[in-house]
């Protein structure tokens, strides 16, 4: 895990199950100038996935820049570079930190149990997705506080059957 620190923010880098991570974490609310730097920074350090932390909330410019970028993304890549797009989770407050974390850690596990499954289940004649469906469905509410930006539901082992 690398850090850095600088007046309200912390950067962090870990290596969660293979993956990189940028974490942005900040003591204050998450705005548009805030937005722009963080897409720099997944710019350079290009990771698999991302994650804003703050103790107050994400503004709502901050959550219009993320839709921008993705639908420009969209509309102007081809479609391999689409699926890679590094859509940051964000967490608004820290009594929501562990709710992300879990969720980030599930999606990422989840990710590779797909990848692993699509090799193996070929052979049983069933989809890595079907299997792994039931496993990552959760109650219409989901976790308080957690969201992957630009989606309703998020994948998490709390409500599994």
């Known amino acids: 895990m690398e850090q850095q620190f600088g007046g309200d923010e912390?950067?962090?880098?870990?290596?969660?199950?293979?993956?990189?991570?940028?974490?942005?974490?900040?003591?204050?609310?998450?705005?548009?100038?805030h937005a722009h730097s963080f897409n720099a920074k997944i710019g350079i350090v290009q990771p698999d996935c991302s994650m804003v932390v703050t103790t107050e909330k994400i503004g709502n410019d901050a959550k219009a820049h993320f839709d921008r970028r993705r639908q420009a993304v969209r509309k102007n890549m081809p479609r391999p570079y689409v699926d890679e797009l590094v859509e940051p989770l964000f967490v608004e407050?820290?009594?929501?930190?562990?709710?992300g974390l879990e969720d980030l850690v599930t999606n990422l596990v989840t990710k590779d149990a797909r990848r692993v499954l699509s090799e193996v289940l070929p052979l049983a004649g069933i989809t890595p997705g079907t299997l792994l469906r039931g496993w990552t469905t959760r109650s219409d509410s989901g976790p308080a506080g957690a969201e992957r930006h630009g989606e309703t539901e998020a994948a998490s082992p709390r409500n599994a059957p």
């Not at 950067?11 to 100038?33: K, Q, W």
């Open 10 to 33: 912390i950067a962090c880098i870990a290596i969660i199950s293979g993956d990189v991570v940028l974490f942005e974490l900040r003591d204050c609310r998450f705005t548009l100038g």
């Open 93 to 99: 407050g820290i009594s929501n930190l562990r709710a």
